[in-house]
């Protein structure tokens, strides 16, 4: 699997636009993007997964590139509960098989 | 409700005592996997399974032994615990095409 690349902390207020970066520039043709976020210490919860198209669902946007080297995480409404560490990973399956997380970003929404 | 339930959630125990940490799903999904984090060090893959009786290594198995003889059922067997394995552990399962895995609570656990 890619290995992934995230900043480390990046500062969000509350009720704005919060875009998560990940570069995965060894991201292979059949390799996805998942994205999971982590609160405290709580398991991971699954945020949204894409291979080369944008994707939308209740929680989130990803959008990736078209050379899809780095992709972007969208919390279109930041909260105070969205305060988290936001993991980006690449495999090539949806959930077989060995997955590798990173060190993720820490996301702090401020009032 | 769907889950995945981890026992015990928080457990002390003594080096070279042999413990298990159960893991069950109730979604009937082929994939499970262990994990460990610690700090810095992010979330490490210790052992995945693909389906019953199909097992393999993560990239920190050293130490660990899994077993999947039935689907729900991931048990977590620490033969002789060392204090280096203190760890917050998390199981996981998923199944081909789904959204992306599902994590228990986690289990806590302290080797002294």
């Known amino acids: 699997d890619a290995k992934t690349t995230q900043p480390p902390s990046m500062d969000c207020a509350e009720g704005r636009a919060a875009n998560l970066p990940c570069n995965h520039s060894?991201?292979?043709?059949?390799?996805?993007v998942y994205w999971y976020r982590q609160i405290h210490s709580q398991g991971p919860q699954y945020i949204i997964h894409?291979?080369?198209n944008n994707e939308t669902n209740e929680m989130a946007s990803l959008i990736i590139t078209e050379d899809r080297k780095s992709s972007t995480l969208i919390l279109p409404h930041a909260t105070l509960r969205d305060t988290a560490v936001y993991y980006c990973?690449?495999?090539?399956?949806?959930?077989?098989?060995?997955?590798?997380f990173g060190d993720g970003t820490t996301l702090t929404v401020k009032p | 409700e769907a889950q995945v339930t981890q026992n015990p959630r928080y457990l002390i125990t003594v080096t070279g005592k042999k413990l298990t940490v159960t893991c069950s799903q109730n979604?009937?999904?082929?994939?499970m996997s262990w994990y460990r984090q610690d700090p810095g060090l992010g979330l490490r893959q210790i052992y995945y399974?693909?389906?019953?009786?199909?097992?393999d290594k993560g990239d920190v198995p050293e130490g660990y032994k899994v077993s999947r003889k039935e689907k729900r059922n991931f048990p977590l067997i620490l033969e002789s615990p060392s204090p280096n394995q203190t760890s917050l552990y998390f199981c996981?399962?998923?199944?081909?095409?789904?959204?992306?895995?599902?994590f228990g609570s986690g289990t806590r656990l302290t080797v002294v």
């Open positions: 996981a399962s998923g199944r081909e095409g789904a959204r992306g895995y599902t």
């Open positions: 060894t991201i292979s043709g059949n390799e996805y």
């Open positions: 894409g291979l080369k």
């Open positions: 990973i690449v495999r090539v399956s949806t959930n077989a098989g060995k997955s590798t």
């Open positions: 979604m009937n999904h082929e994939y």
């Open positions: 399974s693909m389906n019953v009786e199909v097992t």
